[in-house]
């Protein structure tokens, strides 16, 4: 294909309806509860015993309340991790809550959960585990059909389901075996009963892994991706379910949607990332650990939600089934620097002009304030829906105070690289005005919004 035209085709690789609602969500809860819980481990064994889960004071309303002052819109719980105990009423497995002396085994947490998520206003999600250290049937295809009727029973009972996911992990079961996950069988219960949630999984379809657990971001994140390495989408494999073959390959590089690597792909995939990270060292409760710093956590903020890429910040109950306090604290300190930060409060205002540029993948966007101003941020939003398409930008401000931009190219205060669906440009610049500049891009730019935050 000619370049120029190979360009375009990428940039206009759009997200699905499910897409782009989860890109509205921006900023979501992991809860990770289980028998690790109360054995202090990350993985449980899967022979650990139903008595142990006791969480006596479990109280979903209090989890929901402190994920709604971080700002997060939803939660996603491990109904199963990969020690096999499941948290709700199950007809698949002795191993569960009903064999636990909790509520005398009529407890749910699964559904406490989601009725605390309505309740709030918030979604709800659920992670299974397909790795299962306890189930007998592990490492054989009668595995593949209880997973899912575990599937089939969280999609069904439950209300709506915004987000399943997906842990790429396969170790072995309790006889030695690894299993042959039937991701496409599974795919396709959750299209069925559950069509407007996205599916994570480390490769897609809908939102793939970002390629570690520490909060680390690329330096620009394509939602577009090739196909090698996704679990293709329906539409483009005419409803069969392709897995590349790429993948280890692709996941952690940091060049994955870069022009030079996406020229080589045979397609391309809409498949954006997600960045997950625990408030704490671990993803599951330890006494002895502590919720990370304001900063990290506001700096991993800047680098997922405005990075175009969503952030699942986990917080892991207590033994009691509360959070601890230190990390209601901690959501509720992000949630207030992320209002002060980002609140209608902090917008300046200014005249926009656009000088007019030869090439259509280019763009310089004038903005003046009326005084001058102690600028912060300054966050672009690309039309998504549309697909993706600013390469590289810079953003300028005048050298001198009265020079405004006569004949002074300026100084450059922010380098950028992709835009998407959110961009927040940390600037920290004392100016009357800025430019943006978009020196490449895929195809014709289109802003849906550009928004300037004073200090
Ligand atoms: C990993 C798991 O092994 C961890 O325990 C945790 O659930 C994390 C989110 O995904 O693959």
């Known amino acids: 294909m000619e370049y120029k035209a190979f360009l375009k085709s990428a ?53 929901v309340e402190a994920v709604k002052s971080a700002g997060m819109k939803g939660i996603i719980l491990t109904a199963k991790h990969h020690d096999g105990f499941c948290l709700w009423q199950t007809s698949t497995t002795e191993h569960c809550v009903k064999n636990s002396p909790w509520k005398n085994g009529m407890g749910d947490v699964v559904k406490e959960c989601a009725e605390a998520c309505k309740r709030g206003g918030i979604k709800f999600g659920v992670y299974l585990s397909p790795w299962d250290r306890n189930s007998p049937l592990y490492g054989t295809p009668a595995y593949n059909d209880y997973y899912c009727e575990q599937l ?33 069988r599974y795919i396709k219960i959750i299209r069925e009963l559950q ?16 390629g570690n657990e520490a909060g680390s971001a690329r330096r620009g994140e394509w939602a577009v991706v090739p196909h090698d390495l996704c679990l293709r989408c329906e539409k483009q494999t005419e409803g ?21 690597v996406i020229q080589y792909a045979d397609g391309l995939s809409f498949c954006g990332a997600e960045i997950d990270m625990s408030i704490r060292p ?34 892991p109950p207590m033994p009691n089934g509360k959070f601890n306090q230190a990390d209601v604290e901690r959501l509720k300190e992000l949630g207030e620097l992320i209002n002060s930060s980002f609140g209608d ?48 930008f810079r953003i300028l401000a005048p050298t001198y105070e ?16 992709t835009v998407g669906n959110r961009k927040i440009c940390p600037v920290n610049s004392h100016t009357r005005a800025i430019e943006i500049q978009v020196l490449s891009a895929r195809d014709t730019v289109d802003f849906k919004d550009i928004i300037v935050y004073r200090k």
Not at 248 to 256: D, G, K, R, T, V
Not at 402 to 414: E, Q
């Open 11 to 63: 940039a206009n690789v759009v997200p699905s309806k499910r897409q782009l609602a989860w890109y509205d969500m921006q900023f979501y809860a992991f809860v990770h509860f289980t028998v690790n819980t109360y054995t202090d481990l990350e993985w449980g064994l899967g022979d650990e015993p139903e008595s142990i889960f006791n969480p006596t004071e479990l109280d979903c309303d209090q989890w």
């Open 152 to 184: 089939t029973e969280l999609l069904s009972k439950y209300g709506d389901i915004f987000m399943v996911w997906f842990d790429g992990a396969c170790g072995e079961g309790p006889n030695g075996k690894k299993q042959e996950y039937d991701f496409e």
């Open 195 to 210: 069509p407007e949630a996205v599916i994570f999984n480390d490769f897609g379809p809908d939102v793939r892994w970002c």
């Open 240 to 260: 069969k379910l392709v897995e590349g073959n790429l993948k280890y390959l692709y996941n952690p590089a940091e060049s994955i949607g870069d022009l030079s």
């Open 282 to 315: 671990g993803w599951f409760y330890h006494e002895n650990e502590k919720p990370h710093s304001l900063e990290r956590l506001f700096g991993t903020y800047l680098n997922s939600c405005g990075n175009n890429t969503s952030f699942n910040l986990n917080i």
């Open 345 to 392: 409060d902090k917008r300046i205002s200014f005249s926009a002009e656009e000088i007019p540029m030869q090439s259509e993948t280019q763009r310089r966007i004038r903005l003046s304030f009326e005084n001058e101003e102690d600028v912060a941020f300054v966050e672009l939003k690309e039309n998504i829906a549309k697909g993706q398409r600013v390469e590289i």
């Open 402 to 417: 009265d020079a405004l931009w006569n004949g002074s190219t300026g100084d450059v205060i922010f380098n950028g690289y």
